[in-house]
């Protein structure tokens, strides 16, 4: 039986690479038998400035209520997007501030320095575009953008393992070497269990 799986496309525009990437990405999935969502943030109606402290305080709008549904339902998730400046896309980061919320996505307790990670029992893929070439990201930057999705977003609100491909440089790349990564976000669609 197939999983259901909520796949975001984090990059803001939905002619890019990341879109192709995310497309097959689905493609796959859906070919493999799993039941599956593409959530564009390109597309969704949010403010993704977090504007105060206490979340509350910002009512979120109908589509990050509907991202939330999703999230709850998904039992596994694949955030597609490019590094920019060594992060995610701010559109990302903006969804995930306003999503991932205390309460939703985790929960502290008083007399603990650890959280209720709220999301457990799910797993997660990042699909990652870079320019830099990958070899240098890894070991020269540290791979801040994906370290940051990986560890301190997914990974502190329970979600893992979270599986990893980085694909570039982009920039300049042929048409050859981009239906090879999209081969690659293919077969990694097809181990999903």
Same mark, same amino acid.
């Given at each position: &039986? ?30 493999? #038998? ?23 305080? $910002? ?24 590094? %920019? %400046? ?16 205390? #309460? ?6 008083? #007399?603990?320095?650890?959280?209720? $990670? ?5 797993? =997660? ?13 890894? %070991?020269?930057?540290? &791979?801040?953008?994906?370290?940051? &999705? ?9 979600? /893992? ?6 694909? #570039?440089?982009?920039?300049?790349? $042929?048409? /050859? $070497?981009?239906?090879?990564?999209? =081969? ?10």
């Amino acid at each position: &039986m197939g999983k259901k799986i909520l796949v975001v496309l984090g990059h803001p525009s939905n002619e890019s690479f990341c879109s192709a990437l995310a497309d097959t990405y689905v493609a796959a999935a859906k070919a493999d #038998g799993h039941d599956v969502q593409l959530l564009r943030l390109a597309n969704l109606n949010f403010d993704p400035i977090l504007h105060y402290s206490k979340a509350h305080l $910002q009512p979120l709008e109908a589509d990050l209520l509907a991202a939330q549904s999703a999230i709850k339902w998904a039992e596994h998730l694949t955030f597609v997007y490019p590094i %920019w %400046w060594g992060g995610a896309p701010a559109l990302l980061k903006g969804f995930i501030d306003r999503v991932f919320l205390s #309460g939703f996505a985790f929960k502290f307790h008083r #007399g603990s320095p650890y959280p209720e $990670q709220l999301l457990k029992g799910r797993t =997660a893929h990042l699909l990652v575009t870079v320019d830099t070439p990958p070899w240098y990201f890894r %070991w020269i930057y540290r &791979m801040p953008g994906i370290h940051e &999705m990986r560890k301190t977003t997914l990974e502190f609100c329970g979600i /893992k393992p979270v599986k990893v491909l980085t694909f #570039g440089p982009v920039m300049d790349s $042929q048409d /050859k $070497q981009r239906d090879g990564w999209l =081969a690659k976000a293919r077969l990694l669609a097809g181990k999903i269990r």
